[in-house]
């Protein structure tokens, strides 16, 4: 079974710092791989997909993301972070047509005016 | 207007009882799921339904039941066999077959007194 690994639980920024929020699976085969954001009341969103093609995928709101196959990791960047970016962010891989998705624990980015 | 209505959105139940959680979608997604979401756990899958009248056990599946009667309903049952249900339930649905987007409702949040 697939498993998703989010390195950092809370993270706190100021605002045009840049960002990076680590992601890892361990699945042996193809993958598609996914970011989610969850704004404070709102609900949970797509925020960028990859399924194959160009590893570096760009999402909504500026942010981006890069699949690195050699290291099981798709990590979410964002050059300049804004107080609007507060949120919590979920990593979620599943192989195709496995019909769900495995989700990493969150990471709570607190973007500071 | 299209989308996933979850109710309700609060729920307070007393120990021994079973509460079932309701989850509709105007969106002709195939695909249904239910997550809950505990915080510092992410999302943990417990059941998910890729057709009418068929569903699968998700990773949590222990105390809870589920039905698929129609496209566009997905109740989920939380049974007094769960030895700890409170938490935020969130209903999903799927979409572009095999690349399984997920679209989320608002949730409902359970709370066992």
């Known amino acids: 079974a697939q498993s998703v690994s989010q390195h950092n639980h809370h993270v706190i920024l100021s605002e045009a710092a840049s960002l990076e929020l680590g992601c890892n699976y361990s699945?042996?085969?193809?993958?598609?791989l996914f970011w989610y954001v969850q704004y404070p009341g709102q609900h949970l969103q797509l925020l960028l997909k990859?399924?194959?093609?160009?590893?570096l995928v760009k999402g909504i709101k500026g942010f981006e993301a890069e699949f690195i196959k050699s290291k099981f990791s798709f990590n979410l960047r964002k050059p300049s972070v804004q107080w609007s970016d507060t949120a919590e962010y979920f990593c979620?891989?599943?192989?195709?047509?496995?019909?769900?998705?495995?989700f990493g624990d969150g990471t709570t980015l607190t973007v500071k005016p | 207007d299209g989308g996933i209505t979850q109710s309700p959105k609060y729920l307070f139940r007393k120990e021994g009882q079973n509460v079932t959680l309701s989850c509709e979608q105007n969106?002709?997604?195939?695909?249904m799921y239910w997550y809950r979401q505990d915080p510092g756990q992410g999302l943990r899958l417990i059941y998910y339904?890729?057709?009418?009248?068929?569903?699968q056990k998700g990773d949590i599946a222990e105390g809870y039941s589920v039905s698929r009667e129609k496209k566009e309903s997905f109740p989920l049952t939380v049974t007094s066999a769960q030895k700890n249900p409170t938490a935020f339930y969130l209903c999903?649905?799927?979409?572009?077959?095999?690349?399984?987007?997920?679209?989320f409702g608002a949730g409902s949040r359970l709370t066992v007194l």
């Open positions: 999903a649905t799927g979409q572009e077959s095999g690349a399984n987007v997920l679209t």
């Open positions: 699945y042996g085969g193809t993958v598609n």
């Open positions: 339904s890729q057709i009418v009248n068929d569903f």
């Open positions: 990859y399924f194959s093609g160009d590893p």
């Open positions: 969106l002709n997604h195939d695909a």
């Open positions: 979620a891989v599943n192989p195709p047509y496995a019909g769900k998705s495995t």
